[in-house]
């Protein structure tokens, strides 16, 4: 694996459920651009073509709550940059950041990722 991404690869998040972080989910149930943005940078894992099903049975491992995802090429739609970082934890670990020197998402780009999210896991 390299840090090369293609456009239509996905990204995926894990996100606190409704229940511990209602900030994160809108009354409609959609995503809030609330639950993306960090700080120090948007961890995700990429998807590197698996199934999702494969991906979501990895991220159950170290995570609990829902998994939403984008692609990198929606992520580039909004100038987002997407980074491979692979970590001790997992080797797909990657980060979405807002530029290639500032992390934290903008709200415009928190805002557009957050309206084509897909969720894939629900709790």
Not at 66 to 87: H, I, K
Request: aromatic share 10%.
């Amino acid at each position: 694996m390299d840090s090369h991404f293609e456009n239509d690869e996905k990204l995926y998040r894990a996100v606190f459920p409704e229940t511990k972080m209602p900030s994160f989910w809108k009354k409609n149930g959609k995503l809030s651009s609330a639950a993306l943005k960090k700080k120090d940078g948007l961890s995700v894992e990429r998807g590197y073509y698996r199934k999702d099903e494969d991906v979501l049975a990895d991220m159950k491992k170290s995570f609990q709550g829902n998994v939403v995802s984008v692609t990198v090429g929606q992520c580039r739609d909004v100038s987002a940059v997407v980074s491979y970082l692979p970590s001790e934890r997992s080797k797909y670990h990657s980060e979405i950041h807002s530029s290639e020197t500032k992390l934290r998402l903008t709200d415009s780009q928190a805002y557009r990722l957050s309206e084509v999210a897909i969720i894939e896991y629900r709790e």
